[in-house]
């Protein structure tokens, strides 16, 4: 997950849902699906992964969006990376359709909150930060 902070006029805009910020939050999602499959290709030594599923939602709030993302895979090795990107990417392109409107943009609370399955166990973020392992 990640967010996009803003100016409270350009989130009442995405959220009334014009045409246009329609068209940012649905090419976000577009873009955020792309990057989750271009991963390998992005970082050194990522290994390259059959993705199953790669959802990208978008919570609208008073003065950001929220990005959360949810990616599914029976591969080798974790998606975690890929959720990463795709929640980076999703954010860069808001950032990017909203800039010239808006220059107090920033992006920030990039992070796994959650992760299932895997050598490393199950595990999700606690209230305080901290890592809570689910498989004890």
Do not use: N
């Not at 999602?29 to 792309?34: C, D, E, L, Y």
């Not at 909150?113 to 050598?119: A, D, I, L, M």
């Amino acid at each position: 997950a990640c967010f996009v902070t803003m100016r409270p006029e350009t989130a009442t805009q995405l959220a009334e849902g014009a045409a246009a910020a329609r068209d940012i939050l649905e090419t976000a999602r577009v873009a955020g699906i792309q990057a989750a499959k271009q991963t390998s290709q992005l970082l050194p030594l990522c290994h390259p992964l059959l993705l199953q599923d790669i959802h990208i939602a978008f919570t609208v709030a008073e003065d950001h969006v929220a990005i959360g993302v949810e990616v599914g895979s029976v591969d080798r090795t974790g998606v975690e990376m890929e959720a990463l990107t795709a929640g980076a990417v999703a954010a860069l392109t808001i950032y990017d359709m909203c800039k010239l409107s808006d220059p107090d943009l920033s992006i920030g609370g990039l992070c796994v909150w959650e992760k299932t399955g895997g050598r490393s166990g199950s595990w999700h973020l606690g209230d305080d930060g901290g890592v809570v392992h689910s498989d004890a």
